[in-house]
Structures are given as structure tokens and as C-alpha cells.
């Protein structure tokens, strides 16, 4: 221990006099810049260090994506869709071809594809193209869900080579902010993948007409072409179809529907080629604002636009005009949230509609029924061989044109009479003189026809210009 002591002693000399010799030769000022730049260099150092383990982190995520890209990409297939439809220039009828183009993802080993249903509606002749293979493949429609715009199709691939299938996940887990990919055939440019996060979950009132509705948004860049293929975790798991982008000009709102929705309905479709949703028959709008300036209407409820004949509502008394304030005593939130409610409801059940009729309040039961083969339609549909749906910015075929007054026709069915005078694009803007800016307003039009009308006069606007038709018409019981 002396011993010790001694050296530590001579030490310390020795340090002081080298201080006091750095001192002598360079001064203080000197002695505190080496000092201060010493500390400097261990900083930057240390910040470069940092920075490398961030390069490294984010390495790591550009290698997940790559992985999961890989493991997925062999079960995403394009899919064109061909059907005649008839176009009017300067007067003169021809028949067209309309191609259309989407994705899909492989679910199944025995070929079944799952994509939009408004990929394939209307479609005479649907293709498949593989990424392993060269030439497209023919696909017969195994069932459909309008209510989820979701569609299973069947594929036999040639040589009856295996099919690679990507796996569901559960929606459930995802967390807004959670990494997603979206792969597909945006445009027509063959597989694309895109990368972003979950912006929110639960979405609804997404797209007026789909019935159930509770949709991912993200902001992976998803373009037309993209719909129907998947949206993808970082574990490779699909956990969202492609499903909507909202608006024109709208950079970075997309929707999906979730993958836990997805398998239920590819279970069914499978089982059944339909899934069995309850029904009562009602087809509501959003409330009009100025039944909402009203000081006696609810804060948050739907009208009711059309009832369809014979169904559950009309045989309970349910009107057209009707304010659907509630279900059961609860309060309703939009209309996708009406219609979400009684799809799930078990067929048979008996529920209490809180509507107010005019100024008064009053319930009315109604008891749910399966769902029809063949979704209701509105006055016009099944007599001119049509499909309408409310005219909005999104699905307005105008271009520049931004109105939401009108009823859209959105396609002429296969096999319509030559002579129809209207065409896809067209919207109808009168009936039988009197306006129709709102559902309602159009069906009361026909509500309001008394027996023995043979014909109704339509004023249609489109690429024709502002025009007016005479349909054929017969009173529906």
C-alpha cells in the first residue's frame, strides 16, 4: 500500500506538471479550445452513430417490404372484363365494346379469385391473367355481394399447374399507423406495388351503393386498376380488398374492405354463390337540409326514398317520406349505418323502426326477411332494363361536372331493346315534368301515377345535350 501511494503521488506530479507546462507554452484560452473540440468531435460522433442505427432500422423495413412483396405478388391477377353496351354520336345507334380492367388475389388452391363486384358487374366475359403464366385464363363467376362490393371467381389455370394463395389476416389487430402495401394493376401497367400507413378504420358512408360498409382508409397510392387486389401487412397477410378512391383530384383517401369481412363472405360465396342478408325492403337517403332546418326533426336521421312493393316495410305501413329516427330505441348514425344493422339482423326477427311522420312520432315493427336473390330496384329498372343510382361528384361520367342532383344511369343491361333511348352517363333530371334532384323525389314521380299511365316523359341530360324521352309504363302492385 506505501508503495502505491507513492506511485499515485508521482503521478499526480507528473500530470501537473505537464498542465503546467501545456499552460506555460499555449496559455489558457488554447487549453480550453481542445478541450471544447474534443467534446465536439465525441457528438458529432456520437450522432453519426445514431444515425447509422436509424439507416439500419429503416433498411430493415425496406427488406420487410421487399419480402412481403415477393410472398404475395404470385397470388395477385389482373382481370379484364368485357360487355356490349350502345352509344348514340350525332344521333346515329352503335353497338360498342366496353373493356374494363381490375385485380384479384388468389384465396383458395382450387382457383377461386376474390375481387369488387364492381369490377366484373355487367361483364359478358371475364379473364384472368396470371403472373406465371403468358396467356389469360377464362373465369366463371362463383357468387356475388353487392351489399360489400365483393366477388368471388372461379379459375381453372392450364395444365391444372398449382396455384399460389395468399392468406387473410385479421383486420381486427390493425392499428391506425400500422405499415401497408397495396398491390394490384393500377392503370392497365401490369403488378404495381404501393406502400403506406392505415389513416383510420371503421369508415362508413364511403360509397352510397354499398350497403355494408366499414372501411380501412389508407394512403397508399391506389388508382383505378387497383380494385379488388389486396392490401397487405408486413406479416404478408391480406388484410384489406381495394375497394375506393374518394373524389376527383384527391390524392392520398383510399378505402378497403377488411379482410375478416372478406373471409366471411368468400365462406359463404363458396358454400352458397350468395350471402343471405336480412331485408326489409326500405331504400333511404341522407335527410334533406331543408327537413333538417326543421325545428322538430331529429339531429341525425334517414328518410325514406322508396319502398319496394310487397316487401317486409310495406306490408307494415312504412311510407315513402318516412323519418327513420332509430331502430329499437337506438339513434341511427347515417344510412350506411340502417343498412349495416338490418343485413346483420337474423331473418324472422321483428324490429321496431322510430320514425316521426310528418310532426307526429310513432313506431312501426317490422319483421326482417332474407334478403332476395336479386337486390330490390327502383322504379324504372326492371321495366327499361337499367341500373340508376343517386348522381354524385364521384360517379358523375361528365366531365367538369360537379352536381349531385339527378339520377345517374349507370349501365343497360345485356340483351335490352335496341330501340332504349337512353344510354350509360345519362342523367335523369325530370319526370313527367316535375324535378328529381334527390331518390325520393324520383320515386315519388311513380308513386304518384295513376293506373292506366302507359308512358312517363323523361328530361335526361348527358352527351347528347338536354333532351326529352317517352318511356313505356305499367303500374307495379
Not at 487549453?31 to 474534443?38: E, F, H, L, T
Request: aromatic share 4%; with cysteine; proline share 7%.
Amino acid at each position: 500500500m506505501p508503495t502505491q501511494s507513492i506511485l499515485q503521488r508521482w503521478i499526480s506530479i507528473a500530470l501537473i506538471g505537464m498542465l503546467l507546462g501545456l499552460l506555460a507554452t499555449h496559455g489558457v484560452p488554447a487549453i480550453a479550445y481542445r478541450v471544447s473540440n474534443a467534446i465536439q468531435r465525441g457528438q458529432e460522433d456520437a450522432h453519426r452513430e445514431g444515425l447509422d442505427r436509424r439507416l439500419a432500422s429503416l433498411e430493415d423495413t425496406s427488406e420487410a417490404f421487399r419480402v412481403v412483396s415477393e410472398r404475395v405478388k404470385p397470388a395477385v391477377v389482373y382481370i379484364n372484363t368485357r360487355g356490349k353496351f350502345r352509344d348514340y354520336p350525332r344521333g346515329l345507334e352503335r353497338t360498342l365494346i366496353r373493356e374494363g380492367q381490375g385485380s384479384g388475389v388468389i384465396v383458395d388452391r382450387r382457383g377461386f379469385v376474390l375481387t369488387n363486384h364492381h369490377v366484373i358487374e355487367g361483364s359478358t366475359e371475364i379473364q384472368v391473367v396470371l403472373p406465371d403464366f403468358p396467356s389469360p385464363v377464362p373465369a366463371e363467376v362463383q357468387g356475388v355481394d353487392p351489399s360489400t362490393d365483393l366477388a368471388l371467381l372461379k379459375i381453372t389455370p392450364p395444365g391444372d399447374s398449382p396455384l399460389l394463395t395468399a392468406d387473410l389476416g385479421d383486420s381486427d389487430q390493425l392499428a391506425v399507423g400500422d405499415w401497408v402495401l397495396a398491390i394490384g394493376n393500377p392503370l392497365g401497367l401490369g403488378q404495381s406495388v404501393t406502400a403506406g400507413i392505415v389513416s383510420a378504420k371503421g369508415r362508413k358512408g364511403v360509397l352510397a351503393n354499398v350497403r355494408v360498409q366499414d372501411f380501412i382508409q389508407t394512403d397508399a397510392a391506389i388508382n383505378p386498376g387497383n380494385s379488388g387486389g389486396p392490401l397487405v401487412n408486413l406479416k404478408g397477410e391480406v388484410i384489406g380488398i381495394n375497394t375506393a378512391i374518394v373524389g376527383r383530384g384527391r390524392q392520398n383517401i383510399s378505402f378497403a374492405i377488411p379482410s375478416n369481412l372478406a373471409r366471411t363472405a368468400v365462406e359463404q360465396l363458396i358454400q352458397y354463390g350468395r350471402i343471405p342478408r336480412g331485408w326489409m325492403g326500405v331504400i333511404p337517403e341522407p335527410v334533406t337540409e331543408s327537413r333538417l332546418r326543421d325545428p322538430a326533426a331529429p339531429d341525425v336521421a334517414v328518410e325514406v326514398a322508396y319502398v319496394v312493393p310487397q316487401s317486409p316495410a310495406m306490408k307494415s305501413g312504412v311510407r315513402l317520406g318516412d323519418v327513420i329516427v332509430g331502430i329499437n330505441g337506438e339513434s341511427l348514425r347515417d344510412v350506411a349505418d340502417l343498412h349495416s344493422r338490418v343485413a346483420s339482423t337474423k331473418f324472422g326477427t321483428k324490429v321496431r323502426l322510430n320514425i316521426q311522420r310528418g310532426t307526429m312520432r310513432q313506431d312501426v315493427d317490422v319483421t326482417v326477411e332474407m334478403s332476395p336473390s336479386h337486390p330490390p330496384v327502383l322504379p324504372g329498372e326492371d321495366e327499361w332494363g337499367i341500373r340508376i343510382e343517386k348522381l354524385s361528384p364521384e360517379n358523375s361520367q361528365l366531365p367538369g361536372h360537379d352536381s349531385t342532383e339527378g339520377m345517374l344511369v349507370r349501365m343497360i343491361r345485356e340483351g335490352n331493346s335496341a330501340d332504349l333511348p337512353l344510354i350509360p352517363g345519362d342523367v335523369i333530371v325530370a319526370v313527367n315534368g316535375e324535378p328529381t334532384p334527390t331518390l325520393k323525389a324520383y320515386c315519388r314521380q311513380f308513386e304518384i301515377l295513376t293506373v292506366g299511365t302507359t308512358q312517363v316523359e323523361l328530361t335526361v341530360r348527358g352527351r347528347l345535350g338536354v333532351r326529352q324521352v317517352r318511356m313505356p309504363w305499367t303500374i307495379r302492385t
